[in-house]
């Protein structure tokens, strides 16, 4: 077991590079299985998520070649199984999109439930209409999803989804890329590694317009064939560090960004009181005393994101006045970190999918636990703030999407080191 020992107090200056983004790479990697030839992803962080990936892929047969920082080259021309191993799959939420990827490529699939953070239900029943409108036979377990082609075999097809879900969008984008026929995603997520993935996928010879808007259409080709791409940097981590100097107070120069994607969350710690100068692929943030109370009700990108719930939560526990949070996304989020921000001192007050921030002038140290990715990189920034030392516990959920976390905090100031117990 290890955990983050944090002493919180001290401005944060300098600047920070934001690795490639999570929540993209999970997707492109198993896109990879639709790749006849070596692929070179570049800008491919290096997290646990993407560690046991990688490890699922070498497992089904890919060769896989670690070239460097960053850099990951694939070939998975001969892979040679449909069933990725469960132990591996189990460790990991976006473990499902192998479904999709190893039904395009083979036309049948054998897959565990995936695993992952448990902050809420999530249920995957929209990639399962996403895959039955493909015209695949979906057999359902509480252990296994198994996919193979129905009486009239495989084809494009139009599907609306109920709810503009990512998870749903980018496994029937990965069914459909290499099934005959047009398919057509209605009400489909918008989110930037939704336009990474058809990016990454259009590269290596895929036929995919629309993506983010709420209309995807894939016209199936027969093969993909290699090439090079390189990931898009991450908006969440971004915001992350953004949280961090906006609470624990600095200068700090955010490096290797799309500011476009980081509207939605610099425009609110703006609201808030920080200072916040774009550049090209930059983010300045410069605190400016105590923080001002607000409203932020999470939303589908571009709206506020739900992997920022809890970050801009702390902020909210620093501000003057009271804020008001709504969660829209997943309603049982809160649950993750609110107590241990209670331990700390916050006073929140939780009604339903709202919670009620009222802002006090400061924090203390405490020994809190993560129970999430995200509530987890909450709870590191609380310490930071806080008065004392903070101890922050099962730090494999925050390792599952930071990489070198605590080395990036450690380069602007912070007091942070991990106590390997």
Partial sequence: MARYEITGGTALSGSVTISGAKNAAVAILPAALLVAGKCRVENVPDISDVRILLDILEDLGAKVDRLGEGVVELDCTNIHDKAPEPKLVRKMRASYYLMGALLSRFGKAEVAMPGGCNFASRPIDQHIKGFRA??????????????????????????????ASVGATVNIMLAATLIPGQTVIGNAAKEPHIVDLANFLNTMGARISGAGTDTVKIRGVETLRGGTYAIIPDQIEAGTYLAAVAVAGGNVLVQNVIPKHMDCITSKLAEMGAKITNYDDA??????????STTVKTRPYPGFPTDMQAQICVCMTLASGISRLT???????????????????????????????????????????????????????????????????????????????????????????????
């Fill in 283 to 292: 983010i300045r943030i410069q605190s400016a005393g105590r923080l001002h």
């Fill in 327 to 421: 969660e829209s996304v997943y309603e049982t989020r809160f649950f993750g970190y609110i107590t241990e921000l209670s331990d700390m001192g916050a006073d929140i007050l939780v009604n339903g999918k709202t919670a009620v921030v009222t802002g006090k002038e400061k924090l203390t140290g405490a020994v809190v636990c993560a129970h999430d990715l995200r509530a987890g990189a909450a709870l590191v920034i609380a310490g930071l703030a806080a008065e004392g030392t903070t101890y922050v516990e099962n730090i494999h959920f925050i390792e599952r999407g930071y990489e070198r976390l605590v080395e990036k905090l450690t380069g602007l100031g912070a007091k942070i080191r991990k106590i390997e117990e």
């Fill in 134 to 163: 493909l015209g695949a036979l979906v057999y359902e377990s509480e252990d296994y999803v198994s996919l193979e082609p129905g009486p009239d075999g495989l084809a494009g097809n139009r599907v609306s989804l109920d709810m």
